[in-house]
């Protein structure tokens, strides 16, 4: 077989960032995919307190990267940090007003980015391919950490 993984998986990389640019256009919205991909995280667990090592583990970025996120999040009024009785150093982050509004926006444009990815896949080609990328970041994160 003559494909490169890893050039394919960029191409695919980059037209889903594409996509998601003209989504947001549409939709009026102005945040980037990892921040709306952040918000979204934080309205599913709204029920329990996320602190920024939970994002940085969901999106798998290092601290200062994780940081920088959240910093212009908190900046433009998507989110609120808040103390935690039991240890006054963690942040509990919250969504704010804006956010819940926007939400339902968020939400539509995954839901429709995802069904445009699934397109014409059955359920058994999905299985394959979550195993085969499941296997290919295994791999990756056992040649990191050796």
Same mark, same amino acid.
């Given at each position: 077989?003559?494909?490169?993984?890893?050039?394919?998986?960029?191409?695919?990389? *980059?037209?889903?960032?594409?996509?998601?640019?003209?989504?947001?256009?549409?939709?009026?919205?102005?945040?980037?995919?990892?921040?709306?991909h952040?918000?979204?995280?934080?309205?599913? &667990?709204k029920?329990?307190?996320?602190?920024?090592?939970?994002?940085?583990?969901?999106?798998?970025? *290092?601290?200062?990267?994780?940081?920088?996120?959240?910093?212009?999040?908190?900046?433009?009024?998507?989110?609120? *940090? &808040?103390?935690?009785?039991?240890?006054?150093?963690?942040?509990?982050?919250? @969504?704010?007003?804006?956010t819940?509004?926007?939400? @339902?926006?968020?939400?539509?444009? !995954?839901?429709?980015?995802?069904?445009?990815?699934?397109?014409?896949?059955?359920?058994?080609?999905?299985?394959?391919?979550?195993?085969?990328?499941?296997?290919?970041?295994?791999? !990756?994160?056992?040649?990191?950490?050796d």
């Amino acid at each position: 077989m003559s494909k490169n993984v890893g050039q394919s998986l960029r191409c695919l990389q *980059r037209l889903i960032h594409q996509k998601v640019e003209v989504l947001k256009m549409e939709s009026k919205d102005d945040l980037s995919l990892v921040q709306a991909h952040t918000l979204r995280y934080l309205d599913e &667990h709204k029920e329990e307190d996320v602190f920024q090592r939970d994002i940085e583990k969901i999106l798998n970025v *290092r601290r200062s990267t994780c940081t920088e996120i959240l910093n212009v999040l908190e900046r433009d009024g998507y989110i609120e *940090r &808040h103390s935690v009785n039991s240890d006054k150093r963690l942040k509990k982050l919250v @969504l704010t007003a804006k956010t819940k509004e926007l939400h @339902l926006t968020i939400s539509k444009n !995954v839901e429709r980015l995802e069904a445009l990815l699934k397109k014409d896949i059955n359920e058994e080609e999905l299985e394959i391919f979550f195993k085969v990328i499941d296997k290919m970041k295994q791999n !990756v994160k056992e040649d990191l950490y050796d």
